[in-house]
């Protein structure tokens, strides 16, 4: 049975990466999102039980997105990809229910270490 994976990232190009660097055994059903409050209207349509965020969006960025989730208590899986390393951003994605924090660009090694780590693969 496929895992509905959302891919939540305002820029287009980062959202084709992530699909690309996806494990090709894994098996998703994708769906896509270009802000926060698209990506909240798809985790609470059951299209985003697996969920990859972006912290920088309009709208609504990352962080409101993991504040919702946790205030909401959607149930989901998140892994924030972003840009955003300075250590307070990963700390603070952490503190708000993130599962892991994976900087850009992302590599696909990189992403299949993390998902078999916490057994997701």
Do not use: H
Request: glycine content about 8%; charged content about 25%.
């Amino acid at each position: 049975m496929s895992i509905p994976l959302l891919i939540c990232d305002d820029s287009n190009m980062a959202r084709k990466q992530v699909k690309r660097s996806l494990p090709g055994e894994w098996d998703v059903d994708i769906t896509f999102a270009t802000n926060g409050v698209e990506g909240l209207e798809a985790i609470r349509s059951g299209k985003g039980e697996m969920v990859f965020l972006d912290l920088t969006m309009p709208e609504l960025d990352g962080y409101g997105v993991l504040e919702s989730i946790k205030n909401e208590n959607l149930k989901c899986i998140t892994i924030v990809i972003s840009a955003d390393i300075q250590p307070e951003a990963r700390e603070r994605v952490m503190a708000l229910g993130a599962l892991d924090f994976i900087k850009k660009p992302i590599n696909g090694e990189k992403l299949t270490e993390v998902l078999s780590r916490y057994g997701l693969l």
